[in-house]
Antibody, heavy 120, light 106 residues
C-alpha cells in the first residue's frame, strides 16, 4: 500500500522560505506512470493545486498564482520529493498535502497533510 | 485558468436521502474530472475519476456523470459517514483547479 508522509517546520517567519518534504513508502517515485505534487488548503478555504513534478525532474508545472515563488525537486535515492516556497506571507498559512497522480488522471494517493503557519 | 463552479456550497440532508452536487467548468474539460470527499482534519479521498469511474473500494451509492462543462456527483441513500465536504477537481489543463466545495450536513 502506497503511503505518503509530509515533513517540515510547522512555523515559518514572514519573508522566509517554506520547505517541505514528502517521503513515499510502499512504492517508488521512479516511475514513468506518475506525477508527484503538492496541494494546499488555507484554513476554511478551498483546496489549491500548487504544482507537480516528474521523478526525473524533467517535467514540472507550478501554479502561476504563486508568482514564481515555487520550486519542486525529487530525490529518487531517498524516494522523496520536496517543495520550496519563498517569500512567504500569512496568506501562505495552510495545510500542505503531497499527492500522487497518474499521468492523465487526478490525484489518488495523498499524504495526511501538515499545517504550516506563517507568523513572526 | 479554468474556473470550477460548484453548487450548492452547502446542503442539509438526512440519512437515506439522495444528494446531488454539480460542478460547471468554464471551458470544455472532456471527462478530466475527479470528485473528492474530505472529512475534518483528514486528507481528501478520491471517490470518482474520469468523471464517472468509481474508485476501487468506494461504495456504489456514489456515482458521477457528465462531460464537457457540466458534471454531477450523486449520493444515493445518504449514510451517516457521508456527512462531509465534497470537491471537484479538473486536471484537463494546468493549473489544475478545484471547485469551492460543498458541505453536506444534517
Amino acid at each position: 500500500q502506497l503511503h505518503l508522509q509530509e515533513s517540515g517546520p510547522g512555523l515559518v517567519k514572514p519573508s522566509e522560505t517554506l520547505s517541505l518534504t514528502c517521503t513515499v513508502s510502499g512504492g517508488s517515485i521512479n516511475s514513468n506512470d506518475y506525477y508527484w505534487g503538492w496541494i494546499r488548503q488555507p484554513p476554511g478555504r478551498r483546496l489549491e493545486w500548487i504544482g507537480n513534478i516528474f521523478y526525473s525532474g524533467t517535467s514540472t508545472y507550478y501554479n502561476p498564482s504563486l508568482k514564481g515563488r515555487v520550486t519542486m525537486s525529487a530525490d529518487t535515492s531517498k524516494n522523496q520529493f520536496s517543495l520550496k516556497l519563498t517569500s512567504v506571507t500569512a496568506a501562505d498559512t495552510a495545510v500542505y498535502y503531497c499527492a500522487r497522480r497518474s499521468t492523465g488522471s487526478s490525484s489518488d494517493y495523498w499524504g495526511q497533510g501538515t499545517l504550516v503557519t506563517v507568523s513572526s | 485558468d479554468i474556473q470550477m463552479t460548484q453548487s450548492p456550497s452547502s446542503l442539509s440532508a438526512s440519512v437515506g436521502d439522495r444528494v446531488t452536487i454539480t460542478c460547471r467548468a468554464s471551458q470544455d474539460i472532456r471527462n478530466d474530472l475527479g470528485w473528492y470527499q474530505q472529512k475534518p482534519g483528514k486528507a481528501p479521498k478520491r471517490l470518482i475519476y474520469a468523471a464517472s469511474t468509481l474508485q476501487s473500494g468506494v461504495p456504489s451509492r456514489f456515482s458521477g456523470s457528465g462531460s464537457g462543462t457540466e458534471f454531477t456527483l450523486t449520493i444515493n441513500s445518504l449514510q451517516p459517514e457521508d456527512f462531509a465536504d465534497y470537491y471537484c477537481l479538473q486536471h484537463n489543463t494546468y493549473p489544475h483547479t478545484f471547485g469551492q466545495g460543498t458541505k453536506v450536513e444534517t
